[in-house]
C-alpha cells in the first residue's frame, strides 16, 4: 500500500509580502519617531567665534549663511571655510563640529601694520598683503606709507603688493616694530624720497628722520641708543631733524635752528 506524504501547507505570495510589509512598518514607525527627537538634538543653536579682534564675531557668524539653519551632520563646513578664506582679514581658519548643537570657528586675523596713501586708502599687513579699509578710525593710529606708485593694479585685495616700493617700506615698518617699538608708535608717515632716501615723519611737530639707503637695522639701533642716552625730558620730537645717513653718528637740528 502507498505511503502517503504529509502536505505541506504553502503561504500565499502575496499573503506573505502583506505580512512582511506590515512587520517592517511597525518597527520603522518608532525609529523615526526616536530620529526626528535624535536630529533635533543636533540642530545647530551654538556658534563659536575665537580670534575676532578687527572684525565682530557676527560678521564671521554670516558666512555660515542658510547653513545656520542646518544640523551638525548637514552642515558643509568646507563650503564655510572656502568662503572664509576668501576674505582678505582671514590669514587662517579651522572650523569643527562640537556635538550635540555647536559650531566652532577659530579665526587667525591679519593684522594691518601701515597704511597706502592710495585712493582708495588700502591697508597693509606684515606681509605686504592688500586689505581695505573696514575701519576708518584704524588709519588714524597706523604710519602712512607715501610716495608709493598710485597705480591701483599693484594693490589687489586680499593679495601681496606688487610694488616694490611698498614692500621694501613694509619691511621697514616691520623691522622698527621689533627693533624700536616706541618708535613705531609715534611715526606718522614712511616716504622715500627724490633720491630713493628712506625718511621717516612722526606725528608731534613733526620731526623728520632721515635713514638714507642701506644698513636701516644699524641705523634704527643707533637712534634707540641715542633716545636712550638722552635725558627724561628731551624726546625725539624734541629736534627738527634726526639725521642718520652717515656712518655711527646723528646730526640732530632743534626747533630753534
Do not use: C
Not at 505580512?19 to 538634538?41: D, E, K, R, T, Y
Not at 597705480?151 to 621694501?168: C, F, M, T
Not at 609715534?186 to 622715500?192: A, G, K, Q, W
Not at 642716552?229 to 627738527?240: G, N
Request: glycine share 4%.
Amino acid at each position: 500500500m502507498a505511503r502517503r506524504l504529509p502536505i505541506t501547507p504553502r503561504l500565499n505570495p502575496s499573503l506573505a509580502t502583506s505580512v512582511i510589509f506590515i512587520l517592517v512598518f511597525a518597527l520603522l514607525i518608532p525609529m523615526a519617531v526616536a530620529w526626528a527627537g535624535f536630529s533635533h538634538q543636533l540642530d545647530l543653536k551654538n556658534i563659536w567665534v575665537l580670534g575676532a579682534q578687527l572684525n565682530t564675531e557676527q560678521s564671521y557668524r554670516d558666512y555660515i549663511g542658510p547653513g545656520a539653519d542646518s544640523t551638525l551632520l548637514t552642515l558643509d563646513v568646507d563650503d564655510i571655510v572656502n568662503a572664509l578664506e576668501n576674505d582678505p582679514y582671514i590669514k587662517g581658519v579651522r572650523i569643527s563640529r562640537q556635538f550635540p548643537d555647536a559650531l566652532k570657528m577659530e579665526i587667525l586675523e591679519r593684522e594691518p601694520i601701515a597704511a597706502l596713501n592710495t585712493d582708495p586708502i588700502r591697508l597693509v599687513d606684515r606681509e605686504g598683503i592688500v586689505l581695505p579699509v573696514t575701519h576708518p578710525e584704524l588709519v588714524m593710529h597706523l604710519p602712512m606709507l607715501s610716495n608709493m606708485n598710485p597705480a591701483k593694479e599693484l594693490y589687489p585685495l586680499g593679495r601681496q603688493s606688487l610694488s616694490v616700493k611698498v614692500l621694501d617700506a613694509v619691511a621697514i615698518v616691520h623691522l622698527v616694530m621689533d627693533i624700536f617699538p616706541k618708535l613705531y608708535t609715534e611715526i606718522s608717515e614712511v616716504r622715500f624720497n627724490a633720491n630713493d632716501e628712506l625718511e621717516l615723519v612722526l606725528t608731534q611737530h613733526p620731526t623728520r628722520i632721515f635713514l638714507g639707503n642701506g644698513q636701516v637695522k644699524e641705523k634704527l639701533l643707533t637712534l634707540r641708543e641715542f633716545k636712550r642716552v638722552l635725558p627724561p625730558e628731551i624726546l625725539l620730537t624734541s629736534f627738527r631733524s634726526l639725521d642718520l645717513r652717515f656712518n655711527n653718528q646723528i646730526i640732530a637740528r632743534d626747533w630753534n635752528s
